[in-house]
């Protein structure tokens, strides 16, 4: 248990279907990230969010949408997807400007199939 | 782009210390190094992180060269439970972690 929890685990959705991944995080942390893991591929860094603003996005296709209405809560909107998107949708959050470094903790993530 | 380079894999035996290099030539003086873990494509485990001198935890050692130029992350008892992709990141800005390939460590028997 790492403090983010994100929901649903698993998610199977159609090109047409509009659908939310939602995370959340209880460590008192005020920047929360999405990242995307596709099939055997390195983490791609997807949005940053600080105190509700976004600060990085990194070239991500507009059919993925975040929201960001606290610093303990993120969501992923998603419509219009291709199967291309199907991997594994992580969400972190970490606490940044401490003198002790900005350790950012992840969620279990949430494994998306797009038929 | 991550910002450290790594051995694609590693073999060690169980029982035995697993050092695990990266190298980060283009650190700056404030930036922290920082090792997380992925088994099975979970989401990554924090394990440790450093700026300058050298730090131990429960489940590590993170060792820093003096011009820190490049660490080691040491399991000092590996098990067959610390198989995993293990990642060494420099964050750009101090909050954007980004991962590389990381190094594949086998745990053997």
């Known amino acids: 248990e790492t403090g983010v929890t994100q929901t649903p685990r698993h998610l199977v959705m159609g090109m047409t279907n509009k659908k939310s991944l939602k995370c959340e995080q209880h460590l008192g942390h005020n920047a929360m990230y999405w990242y995307k893991q596709s099939a055997k591929k390195p983490l791609e860094l997807m949005f940053v969010y600080n105190f509700k603003e976004q600060t990085e996005n990194n070239s991500v296709p507009s059919r993925f949408s975040p929201e960001c209405p606290n610093s303990s809560h993120l969501f992923l909107h998603l419509h219009t997807l291709q199967p291309e998107d199907s991997a594994l949708y992580l969400c972190?959050?970490?606490?940044?400007?401490?003198?002790?470094?900005?350790?950012?903790?992840f969620g279990e993530g949430s494994w998306l199939t797009v038929v | 782009d991550a910002k450290t380079t790594q051995p694609p894999s590693m073999d060690c035996a169980e029982g035995r210390a697993a050092n695990l290099p990266c190298n980060h030539s283009t650190i700056s003086g404030n930036e922290y190094v920082y090792w997380y873990r992925q088994i099975h494509s979970q989401g990554p485990q924090y394990i440790i992180h450093g700026l300058k001198n050298n730090e131990t935890n429960e489940m590590a050692s993170l060792i820093i060269t003096e011009d820190r130029k490049s660490s080691t992350l040491i399991l000092p008892h590996a098990t067959l439970r610390d198989t995993a992709v293990y990642y060494c990141i420099v964050p750009y800005n101090f909050n954007k972690f980004y991962f590389g390939s990381g190094t594949k460590l086998n745990v053997k028997p």
């Open positions: 972190a959050s970490s606490r940044p400007g401490q003198p002790s470094g900005n350790t950012i903790y």
